[in-house]
């Protein structure tokens, strides 16, 4: 998803502007944070964005980023990751790297604006390090406990869309999405692994059912936008559930 250029509704950290002046309703929304995760091509950049643009349209402040990355720093880590420099690290040192920029990503980007009330909407978040890494990379779940527990503490996202899509599918999105580009380093990995990847996602959020919402990604774009908003609105603030778009702008 190409970063919006200023002027335009949401705020993004790799390119953006500053949060709306918000509405007596918005105020009372102020302050989430979401996260999408999922594998390759299911659709979770697009659908980050469509939030951030719907809560930025009825003057909620938001602040939409990604990881890796993110911040200054995070970025330059995000290039070695997805270059495939550090693969033959190992996926230990893969976790390591995941954490550094995640821990500079919460220091100068997510907190702040957390702290200032604002929405922030990541693309992909701490769940996937516990997949990539710790599950099909076979880290291991307290190595990665321990790396959450020193760089995330209490910075958990109140709400997590997991997006799901059959591996084929999704790594052909993938693949019409980058053209002529060359495959990033978890996008060149097998179907197999893809598969694995999928059926950790789903296991986290039926784990966590309070934080997790499992998404069906292979439905048309604007019904999974509506999915997702509705459940936005109930699960992060009961008194709008049953309101319009505009009424909450009021």
């Not at 009825?58 to 330059?76: D, H, K, N, Q």
Request: charged share 25%; aromatic share 6%; with cysteine.
């Amino acid at each position: 998803m190409e970063a919006l250029e200023r002027g335009r509704p949401a705020r993004l950290v790799w390119g953006g502007r500053d949060a709306r002046v918000p509405s007596r309703k918005a105020k009372q929304m102020a302050g989430k944070f979401v996260t999408f995760e999922g594998g390759e091509g299911t659709g979770k950049s697009t659908q980050a964005a469509l939030l951030a643009n719907r809560l930025s349209g009825i003057g909620i402040g938001v602040l939409l980023t990604r990881e890796p990355g993110g911040s200054p720093g995070a970025e330059i880590i995000r290039h070695v990751l997805l270059s495939g420099a550090a693969k033959r690290l190992g996926p230990n040192a893969e976790a390591l790297l995941f954490a550094a920029a995640r821990a500079d990503h919460l220091e100068t980007v997510i907190n702040p604006a957390l702290r200032s009330e604002q929405w922030v909407i990541c693309d992909r978040f701490l769940d996937s390090t516990r997949v990539y890494q710790g599950i099909v990379g076979n880290v291991g779940l307290p190595f990665i406990r321990g790396l959450e527990k020193l760089t995330v503490g209490n910075s958990k996202p109140d709400l997590t869309f997991v997006l799901d899509l059959p591996a084929e599918i999704g790594l052909a999105r993938a693949r019409a999405r980058r053209g002529d580009e060359a495959a990033d380093r978890f996008e060149n990995e097998d179907l197999a692994y893809h598969q694995a990847l999928n059926a950790a996602f789903r296991a986290i959020a039926e784990e966590e059912k309070q934080r997790c919402m499992l998404i069906d990604a292979s439905q048309p774009q604007e019904h999974i936008a509506a999915e997702i908003w509705q459940a936005v609105c109930k699960r992060l603030n009961p008194e709008a559930a049953s309101l319009t778009l505009e009424e909450i702008a009021r």
